[in-house]
């Protein structure tokens, strides 16, 4: 009886395992393209008083359930301290505290901005907070032991350490969480099954692409592109965009099942990874560390020596 519950559920302990300690690196990465992204537009002032910025003024003035208001201070030292705990992770360096402020902050970020990506990347630290050995690989540390750069890159091979750990099967089913409640949530829209969604994002760009800070950055698709998908009467639009729309839904629900088994998660890393980029494309800044971190999730679904040999070759 002793032996059934690990047969049923190979899991053992919180010990990051190689695949675990490489998605850390890839979440610090996509976490550094955050808040470089947020300082270049001017996110370290966002909560001034001389002048006040409008963004305070807004966020004094909404009827949010949760608000945490700061003095411009404290908010700067919090702006301060997620920076060096995105570094933390990026390093390894005190990975469980580092991870526990980067998550207070997407939060904290959340109830002033309220963008699930940065929810999701909050969410994705988590696990790492509950996380042994999570510098074993790809680390500071590890970079300083390493006596070559190819033993730097080289998990290594541990007899016997095949079992993901708790922490990962808890981003597992974040993953399962983000795919399936995306593709529910579109699936029960009808505006977005029926195209208008995506035909008013678009739309909204076309209108607003030469207000936008840095002009067309955040809006680059040639002109015949714009003229079929965003510009044109909007019945004909919202059809043109109905497939992709249905398509997008079917990809959703899908990217977990084929993740998650071995013979097909070829397929649906490369899956997932399209989908991304096509993602990444309508919204750059906000979307680039968004795809970087769920892509670099896709490893976590792999068993233990597939992904050792994966990647030592």
């Known amino acids: 009886m002793h032996d059934l519950l690990p047969s049923t559920f190979p899991v053992h302990g919180t010990t990051a395992g190689p695949s675990l300690c490489f998605f850390r690196l890839v979440l610090g ?7 470089t992204a947020d300082h270049v537009f001017g996110m ?32 700067r030292v919090f702006y ?32 002033w901005d309220r963008k699930f990506n940065t929810l999701f990347l909050g969410a994705m630290c988590l696990p790492f907070v509950f996380t042994r050995g999570a510098d074993a690989y790809l680390s500071l540390q590890s970079l300083l032991d390493a006596p070559s750069p ?28 983000l795919y399936w409640s995306s593709a529910w949530h579109k699936a029960t829209s009808r505006q977005f ?6 035909q008013r994002v678009f739309e909204q760009l076309v209108a607003v692409r030469d207000d936008l800070p840095g002009g067309p950055r955040d809006y680059f698709f040639p002109d015949w592109l714009t003229r079929r998908l965003a510009t044109a009467d909007p019945a004909l639009v919202a059809r043109r965009w109905r497939l992709p729309s249905l ?21 649906g890393a490369l899956l997932g990874l399209l989908t991304h980029l096509s993602f990444t ?8 560390p968004f795809g970087l971190a769920s892509v670099g999730t896709y490893v976590l679904f792999l068993p233990q020596h597939t992904f050792v040999t994966l990647i030592g070759g």
């Open 44 to 75: 370290a002032r966002f909560f001034d008083l001389g002048p006040k910025s409008l963004l305070r003024w807004r966020y004094e003035h909404d009827e949010m359930p949760v608000k945490l208001l700061l003095s411009p201070t404290a908010f």
């Open 80 to 111: 301060v301290a997620r920076a060096l705990a995105v570094l933390g992770v990026l390093a390894g360096v005190l990975t469980p505290l580092a991870s526990a402020v980067v998550s207070a902050w997407c939060v904290f970020e959340f109830t």
């Open 193 to 198: 099954t029926n195209g208008y969604t995506l």
């Open 247 to 267: 398509a997008t839904i079917a990809v959703e629900a899908a990217l977990p099942l084929l993740l998650i088994f071995p013979a097909t998660w070829p397929a």
């Open 150 to 177: 190819g033993a730097f890159f080289d998990p290594a091979r541990v007899p016997g350490a095949g079992r993901p750990s708790w922490p990962q099967v808890a981003a597992v089913v974040l993953v399962f969480h």
């Open 281 to 288: 494309t309508i919204l750059p800044k906000r979307l680039v």
């Open 29 to 35: 990465t996509a976490l550094l393209c955050k808040i």
